[in-house]
């Protein structure tokens, strides 16, 4: 078919190269924020007197029945007119006549296309902050839940400490808070309006891009032109602040995992957010989580993806720009669906509270209490640790727990230990001793629960 | 809905979490090697009298009508459950009553999905594999066509030397002539059965192997159960060879984007395979280079997707694998598409042979010639290298070139140069000594032409 | 050796164990980072009188001494004593006898090298963003210094319309200034301490960490122990961030590569930042740019390794963790070198400025403003577009410019053509046009240059 | 100071421009293979007659005293001299005189560093295909100790079915085969001489390639100069093969993270290979496994380095392709550590086949046997399986196990059940029955090992 412009072509493009090049089978993702900005561009293009009045008027009755089209789901896109750019523009023409060609004046797909996928990412983002809300939130009900409960708190997969659960899940907490500002600021740098950039030198038609910026919503005006469409930073920046948020959720993802094996056993999954075998009856698997580990290797994909685009591209727009949109809504659509889906699946898992705490009894966690103990008394920490560590020896050797020990074992370890040491070896004593700032004693986690509450 | 493994479970599947979980939105294209995976079981479960004559027949023919509703389209695939091999199995149970429950017997979703992608990967490779032959034989057609055409060989994109168009069109046969190997060396590790390996552990059924292989054409059987359905190696040795040749197009198409600039202006892009502007009326733009170029992104990402993907995963089926299919099923498209439409642009570019043999005539592309005549003539190289150097910057500053020299003038730089010094400087005898094997000397180029053209 | 940690231990470490866990091969960076917070950690437990006065006094006369000898390269690390903390405490043991032992109290390396890598990376952040302000002053000053000279913009690197080169210069820093941002936003994530978190739980000693973020010039204190030693958001944000800038300075690269090629010609390199090859003795390569280019490779595959670290590790601290520093060292050591070396080269650059002129009046450049023209003039722009596709086929045909058509050539095309659309058909008049906001008008660039130099 | 390529330059080379471009202080590693990449072109160029007998001598003479230097650590590399081949050729020319000039006869560093590369790369090769040689004995060695042990299998990690131990081990076997046979397929297109191919273009002089490839052992010669001074495919292959090993590494240790955790309790790791706390007193870590699990990041981040390097790059060579060698040194010295740091270490681990078993006896691991019984009495598989799921459901909520079932309980659920149904609940018969090819029962297994002895 004939192409906007062709009129310096001599020949009509080869349907293989028509099918190769086409971006509308993604890009039609676009269509409300293409018909935002188009309608923004012509009011200002009324408003300048670039285009006659009555024109005006046509082209945005014209986009406001496109709009409706496509949202009942009744335009028909096509292929061989490239994108979603010249699609609506062709209808548009096609609808409301030569007016409808005016809608394009100082105006390039270049900026036009940077100006859809800001808007489009400005919107997703706010949503996206909005979702790591959500799921902040669950962890912060879950930490008033079970506030109280005893966990072993681990280094190396080991057990080292025992910590509070709820501390345990305010950690999440703070990683998503991390993640949120990671989008916020990211969205700043997203809220400026390149267009009126056109191709990339800016035109000689009097527009005026402040005023398209209020109508948009806009903090900003780009400041360069030639910068303005070929800047593609606020896509990987939105990649890899949204690589690290699923780094999160697969370290998050990881854990429940591992806390619902048969081994580890500290939370049930739901078996409404479960899956079976088609061969083995028995089988109830965490896919969930399992997935969203996974799709973590996506998004890490989809930005390594963008890296290799931009690696030495010269300015200003070149058409390797095109293969931006595939890993942005991949992108996404794997965050929202990962988040959504925790969101509603943590508040139905079951904590087993008595396999955690006495898993939290094992593996003599409390030999840095012991450590300490002796530090206190004056002994310097580097000892104390020497001696407990000689203690805990003994202990394996006899299969004893420390707190079974008795005073004259321990003195045999170190003249210094009193009676007061055996309150330095109980898990729950050890837990709510941690009171240092960001630490695990319950009334921390308490009081950290109040603050949180208080700013959300 | 039901699900057929849900016996042991109390509740019935969240819908976020079917649609999270459901594969067969992207896992249906692999509905053809499902069936014929299939069929091959049936066959062997039949043969082993593990299932009767009877029902094996039945479900033959079940699967046969599933196929041919399912090619023409009107096979109705269900997200509720959940893949392709979900919904085949459904659909013949509900075709031939529970007869169909028995083809899953000796078999797990583990093992089937495993075989799926090896059959479809072995295929699409072997595709890839012709597909790379294609624009060979462009490469070797174009070599053959433009022979004794010369052109600037670069370094440092700076002129290096003259070389013959030919030799440098032929550097991308050899190119893809690894990347065949590289293909070939992948499929020979993909094609190996997992089937029979069933969830992870093998089977107590007397399955045959051996015969699934044969039915199906395997070149071998996997050997250990657990290995087979945790293994994706060869998926990422596919996506890290496909990087490869993406690589390989890419440097290709920074060449045709370089040669067609205006600067350069080596080559001229067909009409039929360029777009133009939306607001430019002047511009013919290499489009399809450039996307080619950054489609290498893409395919880097998809390899980068499935490398975090099976980091640290333990043995041995998780349902991190489900993410493997994307990236692999895009990678395929992507690299057909790419060799294709380059396959199809090569032979239409028009190469401007005089602007090509001026940009060799400058830079002072011979002077290596001239250094390796003073070798020949005794003086070391190395200071050979350098009076050459002097003489260059002399013609620099005297803004002359190195053919226009006068005897006087070089003598200057040294007294060995003689009359025969001036055949050294004519580009095309320049060209033509080189004739060490893999050099450019256009009866090299001839002969590597012949040589190609005997094998294949 | 003994290690301080072996009390429970009932081997010596394996040899090989040692090197392969070892890392003060290149922990020892870090050594200045490490003494400075542990004097600021023993000034608490002072205070807090955790530890004697007079034991802290000789601990941070000890500290001093260490810092001393290693400044002086006297100090001899010991890859037995695994890391940079082991050693210095090792040390401050040695030379002050057990007192030292009491350094380690109420900390452990765990939040001890988060807190390390913390106070390098807020150094070295702010010292690029310094060295990214350098740069950015050397655009601006060239922007200056070149102010009315014209050059080609290219979209697709076909000429597209003419731009003014300090419009193009000003693009990298309007690139630049965003990196700085997000270097800006990272080092604010960066500025938080973790100290006191200890192992994971945090400590039942008196400690007062808000006294320790004061001392160190900490804007905020971790809130979450278990959260603060597992954490490595801030590397990846770093990463992230100097991949993006690392891909501007690419693209600069691919630029005066370009540009400095025969094709080209719009600049020469300066003798004294090429180099020249080891056999052609005429050759003058632009190694620095490729270098750089190239090195943008370096800082993704850092990224690319710190995502794959961290993917799927369970909480707390593993020991995974230690592969972050070599990533992180090698991407500040590149970034700096890149950003310094461009900074010295780039005002050594010769621009050719009639070379940029010339080539800005091929390619029709001005096809646009004869477009925008018509549009003034009435006529919908698509039609506009298409009248002056026409009119460059013409003359493409007729091998005739834009500027050298007649009127009745032009009145053929369109009967709007009148006398004053040859002033849209100069080349400097058209750059003078773009007076939109960010466009590329010398009266537009003036400006900026004068707005940003108000600011910096 | 002066540089052997400056005939033509009229500044000296910036200090910091020699600093950035340096590549000495990383590719002196290659100093061997330079010298005997040189030794084989001298003697070449000698039997050629392109340079006198007499001046070859002394060229080898001089040659086999540098190596000796070098080896003995005498020789002093610099920087100034820009990389390793440069310095030696400087240290032939100042010992031997002039004639050392002549070593850099029909060769550019462009031949002579790829030359290197894959003599180094060649000799690595060998080395790891050994290394994964050694560490799968180790598997084999295990399994044949352990054989008999059961332990439960595992997808999702949840337990699965029982599985013998021995089987889990040479799971590993079959990735490391693998792993062999992609370093054997890439050490072949390695294995190409590329000297002679010069700058790009090849030489006049009369060289003769087989005898060098003859005299180093090459297997064919590169058949494009241009392609053969361009290509760093196999360096990707090298890296993507290193990438998958590294990635099966990562699997096993995060097994063994796993099965050293007190949840699992499967392995104790040697207190050799283990390291403990810094503040934790009773911790025994297990670093090892970490670490390798960490260095997979490492060697993917590497592969993406040289992914992004290449991309879009013209040919021929490019001084981004330096970048090549520090991606190439780590991984190879990252691969043969952790081969071997594990090649010591698994054979000391201790596996508690008890623990094994009794986990093994956990999940109802054999509920797949009881839906076989059912089917190899009809009932289609999938009735099978829900009836099992069914008996399940009851286990679950009786807290019952399988075994424990009465046959009234289990003629409930299915009129088919007899009594020897009770041999198939039992762990150790289960394993014995999966006698599928490739499966899990001991004979298969024993069988395994023996095949594998028989070719090892």
Redesign the interface.
Known sequence: MK????????????K??E???SSVSFDRRLWKYDIQGSAAHVRMLKKQKIIPARDAELILRGLGEIAREIGEGKFKFREDL?DV??NI?YAL?NRIG?????????????D?VALDIRLFLREEISGMIKLTRDLQRVFLALADRYKGVVMP???????????MLS??L??????LE?DR??FG?CAA?VNVLPL??????????P?D??YVARLLGFAA???????????R?FI??FL??A??LM?HL??L???L??W??????FISL???????????????????P??V??????V????????????????????????DK??LFDTVDTVK?SL??LT??MPKIKFNKTVMLK?AE????T??????YL??KGL????A?????????YC?HKKKLLEDLTMDELKKYSGIFEKDVFDHLSITA??N?????????GK?VLQ?IKDIKSTI
Request: proline share 4%; aromatic share 6%; charged share 25%.
């Open positions: 192409k906007p412009w062709d009129g310096r072509f001599t020949e009509n493009t080869e293989t190269v099918a190769f090049t490239e750019h010249m523009e023409i030569p007016a409808g060609g005016k809608l394009h004046t100082a105006r390039s797909r270049n036009q708190g681990y280094t190396h997969l080991q057990r080292a400490q025992p910590v501390h345990h305010l950690a999440y907490f703070e990683m991390r500002g990671r600021d740098r009126g950039s056109c191709a990339l030198a800016g035109t000689s038609l527009i891009r402040k005006v780009s400041e360069n032109s030639i910068d303005a469409v070929s800047d930073d990987i920046e890899s602040a690589s690290v780094l697969s370290r993802s990881e854990e995992v591992l619902s094996t048969e081994e580890f056993g739901p078996d409404a957010y479960s899956t079976g075998s088609s061969i083995m009856p028995q089988k109830k698997n965490p896919d969930v399992e997935l580990r996974g799709k973590a290797g996506r890490c994909g989809n930005l390594m993806a963008m890296l290799v685009v931009l690696k030495g591209l010269p300015l200003a727009y070149n058409r390797d720009l095109q293969e595939e890993p669906d959504s889906v509603k699946m898993a094992g593996g003599f966690s030999a840095t209490d012991l450590a300490e530090a206190k310097p920490f580097r000892e640790h020497n001696v407990t560590g000689r203690i805990v020896k394996i050890s837990v001793r941690k009171t240092s700032l960001g630490g695990t004693a921390r950290r």
